[in-house]
């Protein structure tokens, strides 16, 4: 079944149905102006036979608990033995106080509600609004919780890929299989890089035809790089579009060095650009847990995001640049340089990505972190991409915080947080944040 989001509006027949009404309709209109996946009922929920019936058709992927008018904690409850999926809870605001009748009391409901969610699931386990469908801050609630329930539910459809292991020392990436299928619902599968690289090998430059014309359309530069190394990325490249594709694979962590070096002759980094900008998370250094942050991002933004190192402050600026050899999407390039075409920093051979990426006004630096007893957290900062060029030989984004630069290395370094971070080209933190709590993971803001 599809993605599914219930409007579950409870209530009671004793309280003020005309403006129940009202907000019912209301609401109505708001979700499906906000997703094709939500499922309404044909009237308001005003006893427990009423309810049960409508819950008989339901397999949601998020609930929203609306007290249209005060109910028990009955109805609640009703809900929650039937379904372990997020639950927001809404409560009205009520329509006028003018020394008369309580119109709705939606908010006592609310408290019976609550207190019934706690009983059966713990703290904190459920996301909450307050106020009137008409309100800007609900409709912003509700879209980002709607989002992040829809990520949530891809999760548990993505296959992902680790292609060889983390170099030693880099073992923060390394993921097992158990974890994140029962943390985040994902399938993950590893193969050795060398598979690959004995795949490529197999192709003619003629069986490449037509990854070389992409390449040569969408990169800058690439006549600059020996015709052997532009052939074997072309070789390459398709070595890893045909086991996307044929396995069903959604995002990867790929090795990089020195395999590719040494036992190829040509760098991953521009494959794994070109996959990231067509829209299969891609991570380098076989940071699975990079990949998965890629793909969450990816998945709010609708656009490629930024994997990479933080290797600057500029206090007095307020900025942290973030950096990496060379694998950022081609599509995040400048568009004054383009996605431009160089070598690898430390090797010094091609083709790598080697530019600055695009300004953006909101952005979100993200990174799903696992802590040492094995428990997982997500880490959140917001901010402006600026206006800047290439500050390294590589890829590098400049970032502007919204919190002090200072604060959020010294907070993060302290914190003991992994090296790669991604840059979310949105404003995705709420939406974020709400997801951490539905996979019940620790949100660390900065």
Known sequence: MGFQVAYVPIGVGTFHLESAQIQFDQSVSLLRSLTDAAVCPEKMLLTLDDLTAYLDGLSPDLVVLQNITFANAAYASEVLKRFS????????????????????????????????????RGDGQFEYVFGGPGEAEVQAELNAAIRAAKVKADLTHLKM?????????????????????????????????????????GYTADDCAEELAEAKATLTGLDKTPEKNVVDFARLYKAYKAYVKDNGVGAISSRCWPDFFTSFGTPVCTVLSLLNANGTAA?????????????????????????????????????????????????????????????????????????????????????????????????????AALDKPKQFCGTSIVVKTDAPAKDVVYGSVKGGWEPHFVVIYDNVANELEKLGHMLQVEVCKF
Not at 98 to 104: A, H, N, Q, S, V
Not at 353 to 373: L, Y
Request: hydrophobic residues 40%.
């Open 161 to 201: 890929a680790s292609i060889g292991h983390t170099p030693q020392g880099f073992g923060f990436g390394r993921a097992l299989d158990a974890e994140m299928m029962s943390v985040f619902g994902v399938t993950l599968e590893s193969i050795e890089a060398r598979e690959l690289i004995d795949v490529a090998k």
């Open 283 to 383: 991570s380098c250094e076989s940071d699975a847990y990079g990949a998965l942050s890629m793909y969450i991002g990816s998945q709010l933004s609708g656009k490629a995001t930024f994997f990479g190192d933080p290797v600057s402050m500029d206090e007095e600026e307020g900025t942290v640049t973030f950096w990496h050899c060379g694998m950022a999407a081609c599509s995040l390039a400048r568009k004054d340089t383009g996605a431009a075409v160089g070598v690898h920093p430390n090797r010094k051979i091609g083709p790598t990505m080697d530019f600055g990426c695009q300004a953006c006004d909101h952005v979100t630096i993200f990174r799903v972190g696992r802590k040492p007893d094995g428990t997982f957290r997500f880490f959140l900062a917001e901010g």
């Open 85 to 120: 999926c997020p639950i927001l809870l809404w409560t009205l605001r009520e329509p006028v106080i003018d020394g008369g009748r309580l119109r709705l009391n939606s908010l006592t409901g609310a408290y019976s509600a609550a207190n019934a969610i706690q009983a059966f």
